[in-house]
C-alpha cells in the first residue's frame, strides 16, 4: 500500500511539477533583433550569420582582432562544421565585427584576457 501512495506521489510531482524536468528553452534569433546591437554597414549580414548556430550576445561579448576573429570563423568551420562563409560575405562580417568588436584594453594589473579567443 505505500508503494502505491509513493508510486502515486512520483506521478503526481511529475506532472504538476514537469517544468522542473523540462530541458531549458533553446535560443532562437527571434529572441533578439540586429537593431539591438550598434548600427554599422553589415551588421545585419553578421547577426544573420552568426544567428544561424548561436545568439549574438555571445559575439557582442567578445573583442578580438580580426585576425582572432578570422581564426574563430575558422574555429567553428573545422570544429563545429559551420558552413565556410563565401569570401564577399567573410569579408563583410570581419568588417562589421571589427570595427564594432575590437579587442579590449587591458583591465587591472593582469590585463584582460579573453577566455573564448582563439590564440
Partial sequence: MRAMFTA??????VTLGGGAFAQPPQFSPRDEN?????????RDDTFYACTACHNFKLVAQQGMTRRQW???LQWMTDRHGMPPLPAKDQRIVLDYL????P???PAGRGGFQNP????
Avoid at 116 to 119: E, K, W
Fill in 116 to 119: 573564448f579567443a582563439p590564440r
Fill in 34 to 42: 540586429p537593431e539591438d546591437y550598434p548600427a554599422g554597414p553589415g
Fill in 98 to 101: 571589427e570595427a564594432t568588436y
Fill in 8 to 13: 502515486a506521489g512520483l506521478m503526481l510531482a
Fill in 103 to 105: 579587442p579590449r584594453q
Fill in 70 to 72: 578570422e581564426d574563430s
